[in-house]
């Protein structure tokens, strides 16, 4: 015969948490490594029932948490980065506050507009992160990409004819020998290289590359 034991089991729910209009919520992001901010700007029920939180990126970012002193300095983040227009970062989700995010204060908010795009989560912090690396690249540079991006101009390089807003480029489809010439693309955002060119240090280029393992390197902006 066989002794059965019983055991009970004790499931223990947890109330979630749902935003309110107004609130900051601060969090980490992995990519920057550092702490940036969100804040809801209206919520919307649905049966009697938070449903949709509007959320509003901030250009806020910090080595530690947003502190209830910072939140009257905050303000929008505007997404423009490499080919996007400019406007707010801004989408619905869930209102209910996922793990993570921690709620900094309340204040009135920042901006009116709605939107109607909608996310299953509250995001990864992806979009924020390339947007406050776009926000680094000197501006001159930022505006010459733009310009370059809405062109059909051409150029010369390497001997041959190539659209100026030319994004992704190989040496092994189109050899070169002195970095300096990459310059004629201000959109070049992806360079495969097989071999060391000339003034490759000396172009900028390898400021936001990978380690450069001998002869091969791959540079991805963003």
Sequence with gaps: MYCLRLRRLVLIFVNPLYADAGDVYCVYNIRLKQYTACQVT?????????AYAT?????????KPL????LADLKPLYKDFMYWERGLHMYKASAVVPTGYVRVGNTAPL??????RYASFWGDGYDVYRQLRWQQIPEKQ???????????KTVMFAG????????????????????????????????FLTKWHKNLYDSGLT????????????RTIL
């Design 160 to 191: 041959r004819e190539y659209g100026i807003s030319k994004q992704n480029l190989s040496d092994v489809w189109d050899d070169f020998e002195d970095a300096m010439e990459l310059k004629a693309f201000p959109c070049l955002s992806s360079l």
């Design 55 to 63: 959320l509003l990126a901030l250009d806020w970012q910090g080595n």
């Design 67 to 70: 502190g209830a002193a910072e």
């Design 142 to 152: 930022r505006k010459a990409f733009k310009k370059a991006a809405k062109s059909k």
């Design 111 to 116: 901006v009116g507009e709605d939107t109607q």
């Design 207 to 218: 400021k936001t590359s990978t380690a450069l393992p001998r002869l091969s390197s791959k």
């Design 42 to 50: 209206r919520v919307e029920e649905h049966g009697g029932k938070k």
